[in-house]
């Protein structure tokens, strides 16, 4: 069973840090490119951060850009997202994404989120 559990998330105040984690099981982990999403109130999901397989190779919105850092670690299955300088408009609720392919299938899946809420 496939399962991604994001943790991490909560109320922070401006310009505050965040360490979002991501745990997978059910597949390859070594094997998928991972993502962070997220959603705002009333907005539509958006692209945060992506890292290649391997780690060799990150990608970020320019929203996050100098502020966000994704990074994996393979040995644990895991994906975490650092956020540091938070502001309000980063408020939302945050989602793991795992992409790949079972044969010639192309397959994602998706956690359940984590609300991050930045607040004074």
């Known amino acids: 069973q496939v399962q991604l559990v994001e943790s991490g998330g909560g109320l922070v105040q401006p310009g505050g840090s965040l360490r979002l984690s991501c745990a997978a099981s059910g597949f390859t982990f070594s094997s998928y490119a991972m993502s962070w999403y997220r959603q705002a109130p009333g907005k539509e999901r958006e692209l945060v951060a992506v890292?290649?397989?391997?780690?060799?190779?990150?990608n970020y919105a320019d929203s996050v850009k100098g502020r966000f850092t994704i990074s994996r670690d393979n040995a644990k299955d895991t994906v975490y997202l650092q956020m540091n300088s938070l502001k309000p408009e980063d408020t939302a609720v945050y989602y793991c994404?795992?992409?790949?392919?079972?044969?010639?299938?192309?397959?994602?899946?998706w956690g359940q989120g984590t609300q991050v809420t930045v607040s004074s």
């Open positions: 890292i290649t397989s391997a780690g060799g190779s990150t």
């Open positions: 994404n795992a992409e790949g392919s079972r044969g010639l299938d192309p397959v994602d899946y």
